[in-house]
Nanobody
Framework: QVQLVESGGGLVQAGGSLRLSCAAS????????MGWYRQAPGKQRELVAI????????GYADSVKGRFTISGDSAKNTVYLQMTSLKPEDTARYYC????????WGQGTQVTVSS
């Protein structure tokens, strides 16, 4: 069993920044890839960024490349998503994900970007 708890969302103006955190209940980041997804109202959940176990490699959706950075801290069992130059189209609920025997998701944190 793994519990994921996201935090750091909020309301920000376009061009602003936020840092999301995903705290895992066990030492999972050192052995498993983790990712951030988002889902806007009426849209499908989409992958935003992914980081391999231990942070050796990262990947991003084209829509966030150059603006978002995913990172992790194995000692804290936490993965982060630094978001800069935010746009109104980044407005969504952001979820942390890990596959550990099965898919685990956090409850999500809301990010709202005003124009």
């Amino acid at each position: 069993q793994v519990q994921l708890v996201e935090s750091g969302g909020g309301l920000v103006q376009a061009g602003g920044s936020l840092r999301l955190s995903c705290a895992a209940s066990r030492s999972i980041f050192s052995t498993n890839a983790m990712g951030w997804y988002r889902q806007a109202p009426g849209k499908q959940r989409e992958l935003v960024a992914i980081i391999t176990s231990g942070g050796g490699s990262t990947g991003y959706a084209d829509s966030v490349k150059g603006r978002f950075t995913i990172s992790g801290d194995s000692a804290k069992n936490t993965v982060y998503l630094q978001m800069t130059s935010l746009k109104p189209e980044d407005t969504a609920r952001y979820y942390c994900h890990v596959r550990y025997s099965r898919d685990y998701w956090g409850q999500g944190t809301q990010v709202t970007v005003s124009s």
